[in-house]
C-alpha cells in the first residue's frame, strides 16, 4: 500500500500539520523541562542523606523534592518555557514544511543553542560555583529531553506507516 507523498500534499494540510508540530511542542515542551529541573532539585534534596548511607531517608528525599518543586515548577515552567518550545517546534514544522520529515537533528539544534544560551545567561546568577554547575546542566539537559521528547510525540502523532524515516 502506498502513502501520499507529505511534500505533495495540499497545502492546508501541511499547514495544519506544521500548526499541530508547533502545538506539540507548546504543550509538551515546558512540561518536559520543568519536570527534569524539578529532578535535579529532588536530588540536591536527596544527596546529603544518600551520601550517609540513609537510601530510604535519600529516597524519601527524593521523592518529596521532585513533587513540591514541580507544584511551582509546572506554571513558571509555561511561563518561562513557551517561548523556547515554539522557538524549537517552528524550527521543526520549518523542516517540516521543506522536507516533509520530522527531524531529530531539527528539534535538538535549537534545543541545544536555546539552553546553551539560557545557561549562560542565567548561570550568571546564581551564587555559587557548584550551583551554577549544576543550574547550567540541569538547563541543558532539560532543553535537550525537551526537544526529544517533542521530536517523538510529533513523529508519533503525525507520521504515517511507509512515510521515510528522518
Known amino acids: 500500500m502506498t502513502h501520499a ?5 495540499p497545502p492546508l494540510n501541511r499547514a495544519l500539520r506544521a500548526a499541530g508540530i508547533l502545538a506539540v511542542f507548546a504543550g509538551l515542551g515546558p512540561l518536559t523541562r520543568a519536570f527534569v ?3 535535579g532539585f529532588g536530588g540536591i534534596a536527596a544527596q546529603t542523606a544518600f551520601a550517609s548511607g540513609d537510601v530510604a531517608e535519600a529516597a524519601r528525599l527524593f521523592a518529596g523534592g521532585t513533587l513540591v518543586t514541580l507544584l511551582f515548577a509546572i506554571p513558571l515552567g509555561y511561563m518561562l518555557g513557551l ?9 521543526v514544522a520549518g523542516w517540516d514544511l521543506r522536507s516533509g520529515r520530522i527531524s531529530l537533528w531539527a528539534a535538538l539544534a535549537p534545543a541545544v543553542i536555546i539552553g546553551v544560551l ?20 540541569a538547563l541543558i539537559t532539560a532543553h535537550l529531553t525537551a526537544g526529544m521528547a517533542g ?16
Not at 507523498?5 to 500534499?9: E, H, K
Not at 521530536?151 to 528522518?166: D, L, M, Q, S
Open 5 to 9: 507523498d507529505p511534500i505533495a500534499s
Open 37 to 39: 529541573i524539578c529532578l
Open 83 to 91: 517561548a523556547p518550545a515554539l522557538m524549537t517546534g517552528a524550527v
Open 118 to 137: 539560557s545557561a549562560y545567561i542565567t548561570g550568571q546568577q546564581v551564587a555559587s560555583e557548584h550551583g551554577t554547575i549544576f543550574w547550567r546542566t
Open 151 to 166: 521530536w517523538a510525540a510529533a513523529r508519533a502523532i503525525f507520521t504515517r506507516a511507509g512515510t521515510p524515516a528522518a
